[in-house]
């Protein structure tokens, strides 16, 4: 459903581990309720300062899959300066979450909104990436933590900067390991042999969203010519292999005990998944996707100064 960016319509091959980005982020039919749509067709239309309106779009019961990349875009165009006020509200929501303990005791309307952010984002970033080019918003919105100022306006005062690229990947490993959404109270405990490692499938759509998201944060290499690609490190991959033991091993051995506990042959019939909707599956290849974007990461040597070094006593997936 996006438009193919420059670097793969000058044929450069995408890594297999980002196949399931490719026409499922952003889709076209996506169902959304009269009220969702009537707020993002006001994003475009005019400036939306007022929080009580970003407040209400998050507090939302209605289920929010994913957002028509044409209305994101439309957004980008004509209303920037909101595309940055629904980023930082999205992380607002999605770290408040990350406060919480075990999820599983926050309200229902609480966690309905958590996944929406998860979803809008997973949903925004990809629209965002394909035109960095052309309105920087990843890098002044992403990045700095700054509001995008309009062509022909001058700065008038220092604004406060809120970067949010690292504050999201952070808080989606926090829930990762979060009992209630990213996997059961077991699933989490690094001191449990692997093998008895005990998986729960509870919190399968919640984990594949938070999964896919992470996929999304890596993805901006699939957005630069080759020659780009060669010399510019990714910065959101860099952040990731840079965390340390206490963090990082946990995730890997969730995901790698997710991976092995899933049996593939199921009910016997082949293609089943075809027929019977099966979201093991859906977070199993998610999480595989994710350890091999993980595990494929090489910062190139001719890397930006600016890119960050891996800090003492960290590990690399």
């Known amino acids: 459903h996006f438009r193919r960016s420059e670097s793969l319509d000058r044929g450069r091959a995408q890594p297999d581990c980002w196949k399931p980005l490719v026409g499922t982020m952003g889709g076209e039919t996506s169902k959304m309720s009269p009220a969702v749509l009537g707020a993002f067709g006001k994003m475009a239309k005019q400036d939306c300062p007022d929080d009580k309106f970003w407040g209400g779009l998050l507090a939302t019961p209605a289920t929010i899959s994913a957002?028509?990349?044409?209305?994101?875009?439309?957004?980008?165009?004509?209303?920037?300066?909101?595309?940055?006020?629904?980023?930082?509200?999205?992380?607002?929501?999605?770290?408040?979450?990350?406060?919480?303990?075990?999820?599983?005791?926050?309200?229902?309307?609480?966690?309905?909104?958590?996944?929406?952010?998860?979803?809008?984002?997973?949903?925004?970033?990809?629209?965002?990436?394909?035109?960095?080019?052309?309105?920087?918003?990843?890098?002044?919105?992403?990045?700095?933590?700054?509001?995008?100022?309009?062509?022909?306006?001058?700065?008038?005062?220092?604004?406060?900067?809120?970067?949010?690229?690292?504050?999201?990947?952070?808080?989606?490993?926090?829930?990762?390991?979060?009992?209630?959404?990213?996997?059961?109270?077991?699933?989490?405990?690094?001191?449990?042999?692997?093998?008895?490692?005990?998986?729960?499938?509870?919190?399968?759509?919640?984990?594949?969203?938070?999964?896919?998201?992470?996929?999304?944060?890596?993805?901006?290499?699939?957005?630069?010519?080759?020659?780009?690609?060669?010399?510019?490190?990714?910065r959101w991959l860099r952040f990731y292999s840079a965390q340390p033991p206490q963090m990082i091993v946990p995730i890997v051995r969730s995901w790698l005990a997710t991976i092995f506990s899933y049996d593939p042959v199921g009910m016997g019939i082949p293609y089943s998944s075809a027929v019977v909707s099966d979201t093991q599956e859906e977070v199993v290849d998610a999480t595989l996707h994710a350890l091999i974007a993980c595990l494929d990461y090489t910062p190139p040597s001719t890397a930006g100064d600016n890119a960050p070094a891996p800090a003492a006593g960290t590990v690399s997936t």
């Not at 970067?163 to 979060?178: H, K, N, T």
């Not at 490692?197 to 759509?205: G, L, M």
Request: contains cysteine.
């Open 67 to 234: 957002i028509p990349a044409d209305a994101v875009r439309k957004i980008v165009k004509e209303q920037p300066a909101n595309v940055a006020r629904l980023s930082r509200a999205c992380v607002g929501r999605i770290h408040q979450a990350c406060s919480v303990q075990d999820v599983r005791g926050m309200p229902a309307a609480d966690r309905t909104a958590v996944l929406n952010c998860v979803s809008m984002l997973t949903s925004l970033l990809p629209v965002l990436f394909e035109g960095e080019g052309e309105h920087g918003l990843v890098e002044t919105v992403w990045w700095k933590g700054l509001m995008p100022v309009p062509e022909g306006e001058a700065q008038q005062q220092q604004q406060q900067a809120m970067p949010l690229a690292e504050p999201l990947m952070s808080c989606i490993l926090c829930l990762l390991l979060r009992p209630g959404i990213g996997c059961d109270m077991n699933g989490c405990d690094p001191n449990r042999a692997l093998g008895d490692s005990v998986v729960s499938h509870s919190f399968d759509k919640a984990r594949t969203q938070l999964l896919k998201l992470l996929l999304v944060t890596c993805s901006q290499t699939l957005y630069v010519t080759p020659d780009e690609y060669k010399k510019t490190d990714n």
